[in-house]
């Protein structure tokens, strides 16, 4: 049986053009590691060799439970070095992005966890400079996943970094500076790099060359979250965020909005004068236990089951969110997990209805992680329009219903009982 020093090898885990990487089990400890091993070719190479073990003694310094720590060190009997390593049970962010972009929330999250494990190395002294999906992991610490940075084989001291003059990083993360020898970097080139990964979490691409809103690719995406990630890639580094740490606050922010919210209470009936269900709805009346929301202005107003309005967020939304020219118009959110409202694939009922002109040049939001059937025309209380329906999202019972009906975009998340669509629908005004 394979060993590495005193560890029993089990399996390989990857390979790079320096180093493979094994999975192996540490008998004395009944634990599993990862360990690191420089490639047999590069072995010889001394500025290589200084490469790999200045990593060894970066992650042991640094010390922060958002890297990939560094256990043990050591030479096999053919002189090549190895690393004994955390063990990331949960992959890589290259492995979650295979399947398509993240959720916003837990994109803007992952991202937000990035940026703070760059900053303990930043505080360090030390800039990565290639932050990209294989170099995120996921891994266990005391029973809650975490985010792990790890391969700092070309990281290098901020208090050198005005003289680096080799050209080094991933196309596609790098910041503009880094492709300039000689470009003189700080810790805004790192920045950069995360603002492209919350980038391709969100959209499933990098951004090549001058980047487009992330709503304009992915309809629904928040201005505030295509504010946050543009400039993080801002061309310009004194225009980004000065510090990882600034950006991680930034994206927690994004990830977690805080508009004028109305928390409805268990006795509310009606709101805003409006009564619980209007004489216009085509349906059977829905049963006790309905209750109408509206927007700040009163220009839009549905109702829903009681037990989805735990929280109202009523100050319009930005038509740029279905990809038409941007601008402020009435709308309102309803939901009954604030918590987790708009995380993508999480459990809790949510609607959301606002208005807009120019509804058929819209695109409605795709659910990458959901079963789309097919398109069907609704015409409700005078208004035509259109319903897609999403199911089993992510191998869940979370639906999706988008639609245009007249002037009106409406969007109702479901993941229990019976589809509910049309009957929103035809308590829809606006």
Known sequence: ???????????????????????????????????????????HHADVRARFEQ????????????????????????????????????????????????????ALRTAADIARAAGDLHDAGVLHRDLKPSNVLFGTVRGVERVLVADLGLAKAIAYASGFTVVAGTPGYMAPEQLRPGGGLDVRADVHAIGALAYQMLTARTPDGPAVAPSRVRPGVARQ?????????????????????????????????????????????????????????????????????ADSTGAVSLAVPRGW????????????????????????????????????????????????????????????????????????????????????????SISYSEVRLGDAYVQVKQDTGPDLTDRILGTVQS
């Open 55 to 106: 990593e060894a003694q970066i992650l042991r310094r640094a010390d922060s439970e958002r890297l990939v720590r560094v256990h043990d060190y050591g030479e096999l009997p053919d002189g090549r070095p190895y690393q004994v390593m955390t063990y990331a049970d949960g992959g890589t962010l290259a492995d979650r992005l295979a399947a398509g972009p993240m959720s916003v929330r837990e």
């Open 309 to 396: 309005a735990a929280e109202l967020r009523d100050q319009g939304w930005d038509r740029a969110a279905v990809g038409l020219p941007a601008g402020h118009a009435p709308g309102l959110t309803v939901m009954a997990d604030p918590a987790h409202a708009f995380d993508e694939y999480a459990r809790g009922p949510r609607v959301f209805a606002g208005t807009t002109t120019n509804l058929a040049a819209a695109t409605l939001p795709v659910h990458v992680r959901c079963a789309r059937e097919p398109d069907r025309p609704v015409d409700i209380g005078g208004r035509s329009g259109s319903v897609t329906r999403w199911t089993g999202c992510a191998g869940t």
């Open 1 to 43: 049986m394979l060993s590495i020093g005193r560890y029993r090898v089990e399996r390989r885990l990857g390979a790079g053009a320096f180093a493979t990487v094994w999975l192996a089990s540490d008998d004395a400890l009944e634990a599993p590691v990862a360990i690191k091993v420089l490639a047999e070719n590069w072995a």
């Open 225 to 293: 979250v295509d504010r946050v990630v543009l400039r993080a890639l801002a061309p310009r580094r004194d225009r980004r965020f000065p510090t990882a740490a600034a950006l991680a606050e930034a994206l927690d922010e994004a990830a977690s909005p805080a508009p004028r919210r109305r928390h409805l209470s268990a006795g509310l009936v009606a709101l805003a004068g409006l009564p619980l269900l209007t004489g216009s709805v085509p349906f059977d009346q829905p049963a006790a236990g309905w209750v109408r929301v």
